[in-house]
């Protein structure tokens, strides 16, 4: 029994030991650190400067500029409110939010008068807690406050001095003037200095926001910085690409230990963030944007234009998913404006672009004959109006119905994927089970589902919710649900690699001094099964001989679809939007282009006009991404 007690004495001494040695030598640095922070040793620098964001050739897209400062920092324990005083003489800054100006009400003004003597009862009896006196306070505060401008700014320059932890580095105004700069330093107030900082420049008039914005942490996504180990008063990555490249992006910041005589001694520097090295193609992106502005300027020259004012315009790498180019750009009296985001937060009825999808749901389900003859021809099912082709096109099988976009090949297509068989007049039972055998049909190309892109909120589009016979042969020739430009861009690569169907991606790799630390793989979301050599010849035989003949030169083996929907616009107005999708070399496929011209004409008594504007924007965009 001795000898298990000494066994025992023993063990625990030598774990004592050894965590001692742990503790002292091996993670000394560590809790040494631990130790100076918790007692308010160590003193952080401002953000240091973020990596930049360039394009595939190395332009910069995105970079950093010096700017002058205003920063504080606690070491000396001044009364903030005299601070804010003194600061509010020497800059200009924007008045206090509302829930700024009831906390400082709270804080330093008699709010006693706000309770009825009954809550003060209830409070002194525990009824109430003090955080119930406090909400009360507050809702109360906002009809007492009567702080004129002057103070109003002060409050807010109280905050600024407030925010984060206590051994923060607070910035209080950036972009101040060398005379604005020079009184801060010459006031010699330990703690307060005017400092040389960095904030973004974007190179481009466009795509800007594509590549985000950067911004102070805020109240709606406090929680999820501060769960990445980000400070309160970070500068950080609020949206797209800046937010989701945020941890590479940031860098490090200086450290700095704080001396007894409130001096900075420092302990490592700040280091630039890495460079984000997109995909893009900016060079071609700007000839794009002219000749997208060009056709713009020209929509007056056409009949039946009086609505349509935007282009969108995406060139990728189908066999990786990359994003080349990507353009949206309105035209709004004489002013052009930015629309990109519109790429991945809008979406559209594309009409017969999606043809490609539906011919699946077809081979899929063994609803197709292949290579059989039919004549094209008009559906009338039971109290639903006539539904054709836009003119009579002869006999067709499964290509050349591609070939010349025939909705009655299609409609056939979806009263047979319901059990029946097509009689004139007849009543079609339609159930949503075959609404949704197309949509996870077209969820595997990439339509009606995200697309994978590397930025956040990215819409899916607009699912109907009725289900009825007349509705699921709209849907069959995409004038049903809609989609988002980046989806059909995600739906024509799909055909083009023969299945495959990749994420799409603006990074291309990640950069720091030059060495790669990451490296964007192509991403393979699904594989579809379906007879895709038919619809490839199908859509090849589109641009030479059918509906998208002259979008793109033959010369460049071109392969695509185009599309024409008819959409609501308004109560009395019904507008047509145009969608052209291709790839090519069809044989090789090394580009994709999407062109969607919303709104290009509207139904109208007098003709069927259609502005060749998509046309004439797609012919040149192939060209120079071709020749590229």
Not at 579 to 590: F, K, L, R, W
């Amino acid at each position: 029994m001795k000898k298990l007690y000494l066994w025992v004495i023993i063990t625990l001494f030598l774990i004592v030991i050894s965590r001692y040695f742990y503790i002292a030598y091996y993670k000394h640095s560590y809790y040494y650190e631990q130790y100076l922070n918790a007692t308010n040793k160590i003193i952080y620098g401002l953000n240091a400067p973020r990596g930049r964001i360039l394009d595939s050739k190395g332009e910069v897209l995105v970079d950093n500029v010096g700017v002058n400062t205003i920063v504080y920092r606690n070491l000396n324990n001044y009364d903030l409110n005299d601070l804010a005083s003194y600061l509010n003489t020497i800059i200009d800054v924007e008045p206090a939010s509302m829930d700024e100006l009831c906390k400082y009400y709270l804080k330093f003004e008699d709010t006693s008068t706000l309770l009825t003597n009954e809550e003060k009862e209830l409070y002194n009896y525990r009824r109430l807690s003090i955080d119930d006196i406090e909400k009360i306070k507050l809702e109360r505060i906002k009809d007492v406050i009567n702080y004129d401008l002057n103070k109003q700014k002060e409050i807010n320059i109280y905050y600024k001095l407030n925010k984060g932890y206590h051994y923060d580095t607070k910035i209080i105004k950036e972009d101040v003037s060398e005379e604005v700069c020079a009184k801060i330093n010459g006031a010699n107030k330990d703690g307060l200095s005017c400092e040389y900082t960095t904030k973004r420049v974007y190179m481009y008039d466009y795509m800007n926001d594509i590549y985000g914005k950067v911004g102070s942490i805020t109240k709606e996504n406090k929680e999820y910085f501060l769960d990445k180990g980000y400070d309160l008063n970070d500068m950080v990555g609020l949206s797209y690409l800046e937010k989701q490249y945020d941890d590479y992006l940031r860098g490090e910041k200086a450290k700095y230990l704080k001396n007894e005589d409130n001096s900075l001694t420092l302990l490592s520097p700040a280091k630039c963030g890495s460079d984000l090295i997109l995909s893009i193609d900016i060079e071609l992106q700007e000839r794009i944007n002219n000749i997208i502005k060009d056709y713009l300027g020209k929509a007056k020259d056409y009949r039946h234009t009086d609505y349509f004012n935007t282009v969108y315009v995406i060139v990728s790498k189908p066999s990786t998913g990359e994003i080349i180019a990507s353009s949206g750009i309105s035209k709004i009296k004489d002013s052009f404006y930015d629309v990109t985001t519109n790429i991945l937060s809008n979406s559209f009825t594309v009409g017969s672009v999606v043809k490609g999808a539906s011919h699946t749901v077809g081979y899929q389900n063994g609803l197709i004959d292949i290579g059989k003859k039919i004549n094209d021809s008009c559906v009338k099912l039971y109290q639903v109006p006539l539904k054709c082709s836009f003119k009579r096109l002869g006999l067709i099988d499964d290509i050349t119905a591609l070939k010349t976009s025939s909705n009655y090949y299609q409609f056939m297509t979806a009263i047979k994927l319901t059990g029946n068989k097509y009689k004139s007049n007849m009543k079609l039972e339609v159930l949503p089970e075959h609404f949704k055998l197309y949509r996870d049909t077209f969820a595997s190309f990439g339509l009606g589902v995200e697309t994978g892109i590397d930025i956040e909120n990215e819409f899916t589009g607009i699912k109907g919710s009725t289900v009825a016979p007349d509705l699921l042969l709209n849907f069959s020739i995409g004038q049903y649900d809609t989609y988002t430009p980046l989806q059909i861009v995600n739906y024509i690569n799909t055909i083009a690699m023969s299945g495959k169907r990749y994420s799409l991606h603006y990074l291309k790799e990640i950069r720091n001094n030059e060495k790669i630390e990451y490296t964007y793989e192509p991403n393979l979301l699904n594989v579809v099964n379906s007879n895709f050599s038919r619809i490839q010849e199908g859509f090849k035989e589109v641009v030479l001989n059918g509906t998208g003949k002259g979008y793109t030169d033959k010369k460049y083996k071109p392969a695509g679809k185009t599309g024409t929907a008819e959409v609501v616009y308004s109560k009395d107005v019904t507008t047509i939007n145009q969608t052209y999708a291709m790839y090519g070399p069809s044989d090789n496929p090394e580009y994709s282009i999407v062109v969607l011209t919303p709104n290009i004409s509207y139904n109208n008594d007098k003709d069927t006009y259609l502005a060749p504007i998509n046309l004439y924007i797609s012919k040149e965009i192939s060209k120079i991404v071709f020749e590229n």
